[in-house]
């Protein structure tokens, strides 16, 4: 498998709590992604990164904000967490162009 | 505006049956053409890309410019095919950002 690892793995938090979720990669990618999956909706581009703190909105952007200050570490944070945003999220890391994307285990968050 | 359409949210087949998932895209010049597989309870992992032109556990994938598809065959189904799937058209979105979407997935299950 790829180096790449998400932190923490599960997670429940309240309303109105901030989260960060952690994608940790080993293999010196340029490209991270963070995704979310739900049901009936696939999986959904929520922010990505093309370079140490150069990210760039996906399509479900909104109450989400990323941070990448080295090129290992893409954090994800939900700076006010809402129960529409309990879902599985994975990070996803990629060389360049025409190459496989890799993914991590996901993180399933329990907004209650 | 980029769009990626797998119109079957579920498909059923029996073991030996052909399996056909498809993929519509609609991108501004030649985007990028992956199908990317998802296990239960495990992380997506590509499935094969269209550059390659390979096939993968049986599977193949054609690219037809003219109505913009990607559809993913199998000529015999097998029950360990039963997953969810995944169409990734990608493509440079401006300067260097590497935009990888995905379209909703379709859910195989291959009966005995």
């Known amino acids: 498998d790829a180096g790449i690892t998400q932190s923490p793995r599960h997670k429940v938090t309240e309303t109105g709590t901030p989260v960060t979720l952690r994608c940790h990669q080993t293999?010196?990618?340029?490209?991270m992604y963070w995704y979310r999956q739900d049901p009936g909706h696939g999986l959904r581009l929520i922010h990505y990164s093309y370079g140490v703190k150069d990210t760039d909105k996906g399509e479900v952007s909104d109450g989400y904000s990323v941070s990448r200050s080295k090129t290992e570490d893409f954090l994800l944070t939900l700076e006010s967490a809402t129960s529409s945003q309990t879902s599985v999220y994975f990070c996803?890391?990629?060389?360049?162009?025409?190459?496989?994307?890799?993914f991590g285990q996901g993180t399933r968050l329990t907004v209650v | 505006a980029q769009r990626v359409t797998q119109p079957e949210k579920l498909l059923s087949v029996f073991k030996g049956a052909p399996v056909e998932l498809k993929c519509n895209y609609s991108y501004s010049g030649s985007p990028e053409l992956f199908w990317y597989v998802q296990y239960s309870r495990q992380r997506l992992q590509l499935l094969l890309r269209?550059?390659s032109r390979e096939s993968i556990k049986g599977f193949t994938a054609d690219l037809n410019k003219g109505e913009t598809s990607f559809h993913l065959k199998k000529p015999f189904a097998q029950e360990e095919d039963s997953a969810m799937y995944y169409c990734?058209?990608?493509?440079?979105?401006?300067?260097?950002?590497?935009?990888?979407?995905f379209g909703k997935g379709t859910l195989l299950t291959v009966n005995p």
């Open positions: 996803a890391i990629k060389g360049g162009s025409n190459t496989e994307a890799f």
């Open positions: 293999e010196n990618h340029r490209y």
């Open positions: 990734a058209p990608s493509r440079v979105s401006g300067g260097s950002n590497y935009k990888l979407t």
């Open positions: 269209h550059i």
